[in-house]
């Protein structure tokens, strides 16, 4: 089951406060970005950090 881009955009708004928050799919799922460097992943509208 992917995750739905509503959930992945609703955990990148959270986050705005650490940092440029970015976000790209990748391996199907969603990896988020803070300045530049993977700090969690999105899997199956899961947060992982």
Known sequence: ???D???VEFVAE???DAGL???RKMFGEYA???NGKV???ICD???FV
């Open 1 to 3: 089951m992917a995750s």
């Open 5 to 7: 881009l509503s959930f």
């Open 14 to 16: 959270q986050m705005e």
């Open 21 to 23: 928050i970015t976000y």
């Open 32 to 34: 988020l970005y803070c």
């Open 39 to 41: 700090t969690a992943l």
């Open 45 to 47: 509208n899961q947060l």
